[in-house]
Nanobody, 123 residues
Framework: QVQLVESGGGLVQPGGSLRLACAAS????????MGWYRQAPGKERELVAT???????DYTGSVKERFTISRDNAKITVYLQMNSLKPEDTAVYYC?????????????????WGQGTLVTVSS
């Protein structure tokens, strides 16, 4: 199977920065799209940013120019650099990857979620 381990969340003041990381492991053959989602209290989970295997990126409008998604294919890790953080960025951030993996001897396409990491922006 495939496991994701997230790190980097925490408490930061408005205007500050944080860098999230999500490392994948397991019987991975190749990783397609990687992304970050977030869920604020009382709200639905929303897409934050994605990056394809070719490096093309996409962002939700509220984070453009402030957040940067990147990936290290050798480390099978995706990052989210968050700058100029605002209180409305407070949420649990989830990593999501679409991978081709070997499962019980069969190649399968899996969508895998991380456990979530809390980001709190507050003074």
């Amino acid at each position: 199977q495939v496991q994701l381990v997230e790190s980097g969340g925490g408490l930061v003041q408005p205007g500050g920065s944080l860098r999230l990381a999500c490392a994948a492991s397991g019987s991975i053959v190749n990783i397609n799209k990687m992304g970050w989602y977030r869920q604020a209290p009382g709200k639905e989970r929303e897409l934050v940013a994605t990056i394809t295997s070719g490096g093309a990126t996409d962002y939700t409008g509220s984070v453009k120019e402030r957040f940067t998604i990147s990936r290290d294919n050798a480390k099978i890790t995706v990052y989210l650099q968050m700058n100029s953080l605002k209180p409305e960025d407070t949420a649990v951030y989830y990593c999501n990857v679409n991978v081709k993996a070997l499962v019980r001897g069969v190649f399968r396409i899996l969508e895998v979620w991380g456990q979530g990491t809390l980001v709190t922006v507050s003074s």
